[in-house]
């Protein structure tokens, strides 16, 4: 037990300086982004977790730590095997792309897709500086300390669970209900265990984690029209049900990856 608490009390201090920081951001942030994604003024927190992250690696690490620290957005951690990368870019798109002609087959009446190459550059530029910053707290810092004993599947829950928490008055100054929240917060939580589980199996790149990151975000976008007729439960329930066949597939062990078997 003794052996955890260190863990624990690292990944602690890390999300109690992510939502503090945050706190200002909830109160300013009632107004809309000038985007054509309904996205409020609080999303700009998304420089909380790299904050957080930063000042504790200074702290533990001081000025080398802290360059080893900031080289993982540079790559540290290269993307491999060259399945590596396909699963950064295909598992999120495969799930929204699953969750649209399931959305058809049920009669939904849906717009007509809305992607041009400007919109699609457009978002990545403004999505991949944000998710890149976020990775470098969730998986460049906290991921290490709770998997040293708990593995993929429970690192990625812990994650997912405080993810979805810091999520959740954003989503509200969205105007969306609560039962849209529930069931985003569920996707919050299941993509969370997705990206650690294709990060392990990709070189374990902070870079590969914002990449995927930013996959959700422009599916989000893209679907089919700034978001419009996005369904988190659906979307959940195709993720639940990719992440039961890994889980089969891959057997417990694959969820399971500790520090002893890297």
């Known amino acids: 037990m003794e052996t955890e608490r260190p863990a624990e009390k ?75 990368l396909a699963l950064i870019l295909l598992v999120v798109p495969g799930v929204y792309t699953a969750s649209y002609l399931l959305m058809r087959l049920a009669g939904v009446s849906l717009p007509a897709a809305e992607i041009t190459p400007g919109l699609a550059a457009l978002n990545l530029a403004l999505f991949f500086p944000a998710a890149l910053a976020e990775e470098l707290g969730w998986m460049g810092y906290a991921l290490e300390p709770l998997q040293q004993r708990r593995g993929v599947l429970r690192a990625g829950l812990i994650l997912g669970i405080v993810w979805a928490l810091w999520h959740l008055i954003p989503h509200r100054q969205q105007g969306f209900s609560a039962g849209w929240i529930a069931g985003q917060s569920l996707y919050a939580i299941l993509l ?25 975000s422009l599916s989000w976008a893209l679907f089919p029209r700034h978001g419009s007729h996005y369904n988190p439960w659906l979307v959940s329930l195709v993720s639940a049900a990719l992440l039961a066949g890994l889980i089969v597939v891959g057997g417990r062990k694959g969820m399971r990856i500790t520090t002893e078997d890297r």
Not at 199 to 211: K, T
């Open 10 to 84: 690292q990944a602690l201090h890390y999300f109690i300086l992510v939502f503090v920081p945050s706190i200002p951001f909830w109160l300013l942030g009632e107004g809309r982004l000038p985007l054509a994604v309904n996205l409020p003024a609080s999303a700009l927190m998304f420089v909380c977790p790299f904050l957080a992250a930063g000042l504790l690696t200074w702290r533990e690490g001081g000025g080398p730590g802290l360059r080893r620290w900031l080289g993982k957005a540079a790559g540290g951690g290269k993307i491999r095997p060259a399945s590596g």
């Open 192 to 216: 969370r265990i997705l990206i650690v589980w294709v990060y392990q199996r990709s070189g374990r790149s902070v870079l590969g984690a914002a990449l995927m990151h930013t996959t959700d």
